[in-house]
């Protein structure tokens, strides 16, 4: 085997440059001076054969940060923040960000918190990318000491004149919380509404009983802790 017209030193295998049984180079771990053009020339007692086909070798630098956001970060509201993120890798690659799997437009590189609100609270990616890979690294940003948020993923069975209602708790603050159900049914005059307390206090699902059928209901739930 040839590269740049100069003939490849072939060491046993395991060696930096070696050859398989069906006579392919291998190269154990690829750097940039393994730039080129190569081809094999065949050879036995006679002489030398034809040339293979010379073909390119260009090497492409991984994506490497040189600056990358920490795993978790322990935050309070008001803090300001600086989530860096910086790579390189040939071609130069591009910097999104992303929280929760939603991508945050016009953010460069550095993820920048003025004032960090509760809201903040979540999973965040910095993703680099070329035509050739993409790399991320995660970040937990944690807000601690806050009002909880608000319950997601809420879904209802109604089964009879019962309501059977389940939801993921959002994130809690910091501190133990639990939930409220309040509802009321539809009215022209506004009714009070019922509140009752779900328990276990961890609990996540909750049925209201003895509705009345053809009504419609409006309903919310709330989640408090000791703030």
Same mark, same amino acid.
């Given at each position: ?11 046993? $295998?395991?060696?930096?440059? &070696? ?11 690829? #750097?940039? %001076? @393994? ?60 910097? $999104?960000?992303?929280?929760? &799997? ?11 918190? #003025?004032? %960090? @609100? ?110």
């Amino acid at each position: 085997w040839y590269r740049n017209g100069l003939s490849i030193r072939i060491e046993p $295998k395991g060696g930096a440059y &070696s050859i398989n049984a069906e006579y392919s180079l291998v190269i154990k771990s690829v #750097e940039d %001076i @393994d730039d080129g053009k190569y081809f094999c020339r065949a050879q036995n007692s006679e002489g030398f054969g034809h040339d293979s086909t010379t073909f390119y070798v260009e090497t492409k630098e991984p994506i490497k940060f040189l600056l990358q956001p920490k795993s978790i970060y322990h935050t309070n509201e008001q803090d300001q923040l600086i989530l860096p993120c910086v790579a390189f890798g040939n071609p130069q690659p591009k910097i $999104k960000w992303f929280k929760n &799997s939603n991508e945050l437009k016009e953010v460069k590189e550095n993820l920048t918190f #003025e004032y %960090i @609100d509760k809201t903040d609270h979540g999973v965040y990616v910095c993703q680099a990318a070329n035509e050739h890979t993409t790399t991320n690294i995660t970040s937990l940003l944690i807000v601690e000491n806050t009002t909880p948020q608000a319950p997601h993923n809420i879904q209802y069975k109604q089964m009879s004149s019962n309501l059977v209602i389940s939801w993921e708790p959002g994130y809690d603050g910091g501190r133990s919380q639990h939930f409220f159900i309040w509802y009321r049914m539809l009215h022209p005059r506004k009714r009070d509404w019922n509140q009752i307390r779900v328990l276990p206090i961890n609990g996540s699902e909750f049925t209201l009983f003895d509705l009345k059928l053809q009504k419609t209901y409006e309903l919310t739930i709330v989640a408090e802790n000791n703030l």
